[in-house]
């Protein structure tokens, strides 16, 4: 009697293990969908911020049907409650930016991000809502980012409770002014989150990728005889501009300003003027003959044309000759023979251990004045 209650016990169990397996199979179709994002898109990436958890869900999700490399955005305090006395804090930050959306003082501090965003044609943000507008630290990410995602197709899915996203959408088009939207945001609520796998297999088929770069996105610029490399937006500016250096490099000369060098460029070009901050590393025309180089930051109208690869702030302000005048800027499309990027020149060090200075052209140098200098392989500022 023994044997038979205990074999009926294990063939109950088997049953229940199938049914379980079965009801589990069911459950999870809809995470194991696959979209067809088309094979010739160029390269994705899923930027988010999660507070609660929903969005990193979402992003699990997403990231399960498509192709994406994912940058997390978090605040520079960890451990704050924003939701705490009825949302205090988070209104507190919203207030904040609402109040001066254009001072960067505005914006919560977030970690430092590393991702550079010149690899990337297509953008994706997550982000929640907070009290009918975009969390206040992806306003952030987007605000420091807006002249790096200039010229991106963007995309964006918004996690909120019950409440309607408009309000987020109206901060992602003041933040983000010059970049393509692929389509419209997809929202994703409490009572749709367990369907989010087929809401966004669905929602991706609506997007429209930018395709693999084909066509001229890169500048150069040369000082003194170092190189760097321009990412350039897409807009009837830099047509021009391309057009222009497609026959011959163009030299001019540009004066410190405080926060950039400018001056004339020699020429007129198509403006789509828009109220930014500029960031350091920023290339914009200003009345539409002016071009000026950002080391640091200026709020004005301007046209945006680009931003210099790769370079920090302090970098910036060696290789643009912050502070001194005359200084002669050529811009083409090509890197010149013999001339050597910041980031490409990495001489041996010499044999005493010490290490021997070197010039970004290479030339071994004993007397270094102010420069950026190559010693033992690494960069060195003086």
Not at 50 to 61: A, K, L, P
Not at 130 to 150: D, P, R
Not at 156 to 166: A, D, E, K, N, Y
């Amino acid at each position: 009697m023994q044997k038979d209650i205990q074999e009926t016990k294990i063939t109950m169990q088997k049953i229940f293990s199938f049914l379980a397996a079965m009801l589990f199979c069911c459950c999870s179709a809809d995470n194991e969908v696959k979209a067809e994002v088309p094979a010739n898109t160029g390269k994705t990436l899923v930027v988010y911020y999660s507070y609660t958890g929903n969005c990193r869900e979402i992003i699990n999700t997403l990231t399960s049907q498509m192709e994406a490399d994912v940058l997390e955005i978090q605040p520079a305090e960890k451990g704050l409650r924003y939701e705490a006395n009825n949302y205090a804090l988070g209104t507190q930050l919203l207030n904040a930016i609402k109040a001066n959306p254009n001072d960067a003082n505005s914006y919560p501090a977030i970690a430092p991000v590393t991702t550079s965003l010149s690899d990337y044609q297509n953008i994706i943000i997550v982000t929640p809502l907070w009290w009918s507008q975009m969390a206040a630290i992806m306003q952030t990410y987007l605000f420091q980012s807006a002249s790096q995602l200039a010229g991106k197709h963007v995309g964006m899915i918004v996690s909120s409770h019950s409440s309607g996203i408009s309000g987020v959408v109206a901060d992602a088009k003041r933040l983000l002014p010059d970049v393509t939207w692929m389509g419209d945001a997809l929202w994703i609520n409490a009572s749709n989150h367990g369907r989010r796998a087929s809401l966004i297999e669905n929602w991706l088929k609506t997007l429209i990728f930018a395709e693999e770069k084909t066509t001229m996105d890169k500048m150069f610029i040369t000082i003194d005889g170092l190189t760097q490399s321009v990412t350039l937006v897409d807009n009837a500016a830099t047509r021009e501009l391309v057009a222009a250096l497609q026959s011959t490099p163009i030299t001019v000369s540009l004066n410190d300003n405080d926060f950039e060098i400018w001056g004339s460029l020699g020429r007129t070009l198509t403006t789509s003027n828009q109220q930014m901050t500029a960031q350091p590393g920023d290339i914009v025309l200003y009345n539409g003959s002016n071009i000026c180089i950002f080391y640091a930051s200026n709020s004005w109208s301007y046209t945006r044309l680009g931003h210099i690869d790769g370079l920090s702030e302090s970098e910036l302000r060696t290789f643009l000759k912050a502070g001194e005048s005359n200084i002669s800027v050529t811009l083409s499309l090509a890197k010149a023979t013999g001339i050597r990027s910041l980031n490409s020149l990495t001489p041996n060090p010499s044999p005493n251990g010490e290490g021997s200075k070197y010039s970004l052209n290479g030339q071994k140098v004993s007397n270094p004045s102010k420069s950026i200098y190559i010693k033992n392989g690494k960069k060195i500022v003086l």
